[in-house]
Nanobody, 124 residues
Framework: QVQVVETGGGLVQAGGSLRLSCIVS????????MGWFRQAPGKEREFVAT????????SYANSVKGRFTISRDNAKNTMYLQMNSLRPEDTAVYYC?????????????????WGQGTQVTVSS
């Protein structure tokens, strides 16, 4: 079973920055595509960003493009989400997702394993 753990959430003022990390267990991390999703209260889980197995293919939701940066370090079994210029509407629980197939994807149904989520709260 693959274990997925997110860290790095917290409370930040609008305009501030946070960096989320996602650590994945096992030896196959470098073959996985990875994604970040988020879910605000009363809303459906939405796509934030995705990266393929090598880091060479990256996509973002339009709402975060230019403000968030996804990256991965295959030597450390870790994926990151650098979030800058945060806005109150970015407030949500952020989830890390693992896709065993190495091609990146934007739908939650395409992912096989999920972390427990980390809360990000942006105050105005």
């Amino acid at each position: 079973q693959v274990q997925v753990v997110e860290t790095g959430g917290g409370l930040v003022q609008a305009g501030g920055s946070l960096r989320l990390s996602c650590i994945v267990s096992g030896r196959a991390f470098s073959s996985y595509a990875m994604g970040w999703f988020r879910q605000a209260p009363g809303k459906e889980r939405e796509f934030v960003a995705t990266v393929n197995w090598s880091g060479g293919s990256i996509s973002y939701a339009n709402s975060v493009k230019g403000r968030f940066t996804i990256s991965r370090d295959n030597a450390k079994n870790t994926m990151y989400l650098q979030m800058n210029s945060l806005r109150p509407e970015d407030t949500a629980v952020y989830y890390c997702a693992v896709r065993k197939y190495g091609v990146s994807a934007a739908r939650p149904i395409d992912y096989d394993y999920w972390g427990q989520g980390t809360q990000v709260t942006v105050s105005s």
